[in-house]
């Protein structure tokens, strides 16, 4: 077979491994090593594991990823969840739909903390759900809000999800974390919109207000205790931006920095302290395996030549970037319908990112626009993830009703792909300043 045929019947291959649950990382080392063995030989595949391992292994700007995701895990098992919905909840529970958008901003609050759309989703369900049932709203709109709600955290950084496209493409990975923050901030004011206008038309989702009217005097003694935290990001972020931090330096400030908050909150029990570490090094292991995998099946996939053949063919298109562009997101949403986000993110990556810059884009806004449509799929089904996250702590609502819900959100995520399209400008503004 010619390069380009054995790169296509790999690239098949890896969806059928995938079909039969393989894990995503494993699946694209098998097939990656059976195709580099193919196209040079099985004494240059084995070189070529080894070297990979150890060179991914030991990168130093890996460790971000492990930093990262314990600074979430101390949060999370601390009960920050619940200190940020009932500050939220004071403010803006009174307004019709009120919980729903508090469920929201919980989730990007969250989410500038944790980087891990699991942990924010599982959180809110068994947070936000038993008290919007308390005020009888309906499960269609309460699971489809806090299902939604990953897609914000998946975008505000630390995003595990962002770094991983960084290490693919060899991006800034500061820039990257810098540049998901204003479209995560507006994908978070978009689904608040989205839920003001389907409570408008259709009250009954959400018929009764919380009567209690919370005095101001409670509404700041809530609120004043989410202000360590937001000092803690403001410090990881800022350091980040301003030249002061790598991004695996601003990972390790945050990751002590939630440590010390949740020992001195006293809400971090010995055993979750514990459940922190071994879920760190279970989540970090995974993804290690993911990059290993990644970085073989990207080398044989560039061996394949496909990429090469792909941006010629391309480029002898006598069409606008923007259709190419357009062609782009149509793929990401319809295989983000069967397969998992990060196998997208792994599979993908390699192929169109050497093609996108090639036409004129941005690598930075490039990869925000990856994160978009990737977290479409995360609310599509059959696959979507954070709607089944969402139904595995909410065991009484049926998957449809959860997948119907997110629907409109769903729809908000579209517009946001489509100005930041129009407006790359969101994107790359911040990352241009940084120092």
């Given at each position: 077979?010619?390069?380009?045929?054995?790169?296509?019947?790999?690239?098949?291959?890896?969806?059928?491994?995938?079909?039969?649950?393989?894990?995503?990382?494993?699946?694209?080392?098998?097939?990656?090593?059976?195709?580099?063995?193919?196209?040079?030989?099985?004494?240059?595949?084995?070189?070529?594991?080894?070297?990979?391992?150890?060179?991914?292994?030991?990168?130093?700007?890996?460790?971000?990823?492990?930093?990262?995701?314990?600074?979430?895990?101390?949060?999370?098992?601390?009960?920050?969840?619940?200190?940020?919905?009932?500050?939220?909840?004071?403010?803006?529970?009174?307004?019709?739909?009120?919980?729903?958008?508090?469920?929201?901003?919980?989730?990007?609050?969250?989410?500038?903390?944790?980087?891990?759309?699991?942990?924010?989703?599982?959180?809110?369900?068994?947070?936000?759900?038993?008290?919007?049932?308390?005020?009888q709203y309906r499960d269609i709109f309460s699971t489809g809000c806090i299902a939604a709600g990953g897609g914000v955290d998946?975008?505000?950084?630390?995003?595990?999800?962002?770094?991983?496209?960084?290490?693919?493409?060899?991006?800034?990975?500061?820039?990257?974390?810098?540049?998901?923050?204003?479209?995560?901030?507006?994908?978070?004011?978009?689904?608040?919109?989205?839920?003001?206008?389907?409570?408008?038309?259709?009250?009954?989702?959400?018929?009764?207000?919380?009567?209690?009217?919370?005095?101001?005097?409670?509404?700041?003694?809530?609120?004043?205790?989410?202000?360590?935290?937001?000092?803690?990001?403001?410090?990881?972020?800022?350091?980040?931006y301003f030249g002061i931090f790598t991004p695996t330096e601003a990972a390790a400030v945050g990751a002590f920095g939630a440590?010390?908050?949740?020992?001195?909150?006293?809400?971090?029990?010995?055993?979750?302290?514990?459940?922190?570490?071994?879920?760190?090094?279970?989540?970090?292991?995974?993804?290690?395996?993911?990059?290993?995998?990644?970085?073989?099946?990207?080398?044989?996939?560039?061996?394949?030549?496909?990429?090469?053949?792909?941006?010629?063919?391309?480029?002898?298109?006598?069409?606008?970037?923007?259709?190419?562009?357009?062609?782009?997101?149509?793929?990401?949403?319809?295989?983000?319908?069967?397969?998992?986000?990060?196998?997208?993110?792994?599979?993908?990556?390699?192929?169109?990112?050497?093609?996108?810059?090639?036409?004129?884009?941005?690598?930075?806004?490039?990869?925000?626009?990856?994160?978009?449509?990737?977290?479409?799929?995360?609310?599509?089904?059959?696959?979507?993830?954070?709607?089944?996250?969402?139904?595995?702590?909410?065991?009484?609502?049926?998957?449809?009703?959860?997948?119907?819900?997110?629907?409109?959100?769903?729809?908000?995520k579209i517009i946001l792909a489509i100005i930041l399209t129009i407006f790359p400008e969101i994107v790359t503004f911040l990352?241009?300043?940084?120092?």
């Amino acid at each position: 077979m010619s390069p380009e045929m054995t790169g296509i019947v790999g690239i098949v291959l890896f969806f059928v491994v995938l079909a039969f649950k393989m894990q995503i990382g494993l699946s694209m080392l098998f097939v990656g090593l059976l195709g580099f063995a193919y196209l040079s030989s099985p004494k240059a595949m084995l070189a070529k594991l080894g070297m990979d391992a150890f060179a991914n292994a030991s990168v130093h700007a890996l460790s971000v990823i492990p930093l990262f995701v314990l600074m979430g895990l101390f949060l999370f098992h601390a009960g920050l969840g619940h200190e940020i919905y009932k500050a939220l909840y004071a403010w803006i529970g009174r307004v019709r739909g009120g919980l729903g958008m508090a469920t929201i901003g919980a989730c990007g609050v969250f989410g500038a903390l944790s980087g891990s759309i699991i942990a924010t989703v599982a959180t809110f369900t068994a947070v936000a759900l038993p008290e919007m049932r308390r005020y009888q709203y309906r499960d269609i709109f309460s699971t489809g809000c806090i299902a939604a709600g990953g897609g914000v955290d998946i975008l505000i950084p630390p995003s595990t999800v962002l770094v991983l496209y960084g290490i693919l493409t060899y991006e800034s990975i500061g820039k990257l974390l810098i540049g998901g923050i204003v479209p995560g901030i507006l994908l978070a004011f978009l689904f608040i919109g989205t839920i003001y206008i389907w409570v408008k038309i259709n009250p009954s989702l959400a018929p009764l207000q919380p009567k209690e009217r919370v005095p101001f005097r409670e509404k700041f003694k809530l609120s004043a205790k989410l202000y360590p935290v937001a000092v803690l990001f403001l410090i990881a972020m800022g350091g980040i931006y301003f030249g002061i931090f790598t991004p695996t330096e601003a990972a390790a400030v945050g990751a002590f920095g939630a440590l010390i908050y949740s020992l001195a909150t006293k809400h971090l029990t010995r055993e979750g302290f514990k459940n922190a570490l071994s879920e760190a090094a279970s989540v970090t292991g995974m993804l290690f395996l993911i990059l290993i995998g990644a970085g073989i099946f990207g080398r044989f996939i560039t061996v394949s030549k496909i990429p090469m053949q792909l941006a010629a063919f391309v480029s002898g298109l006598d069409v606008s970037p923007y259709v190419i562009l357009l062609f782009i997101y149509l793929f990401y949403i319809i295989l983000g319908c069967f397969v998992e986000g990060l196998a997208v993110l792994a599979l993908t990556v390699p192929i169109l990112y050497p093609l996108v810059t090639s036409l004129g884009f941005d690598g930075v806004w490039f990869g925000i626009i990856v994160i978009i449509m990737i977290s479409i799929g995360t609310i599509t089904p059959p696959v979507g993830i954070c709607v089944y996250v969402t139904a595995g702590v909410a065991k009484d609502v049926p998957l449809g009703t959860i997948f119907k819900g997110a629907v409109p959100f769903w729809v908000a995520k579209i517009i946001l792909a489509i100005i930041l399209t129009i407006f790359p400008e969101i994107v790359t503004f911040l990352p241009s300043l940084m120092k």
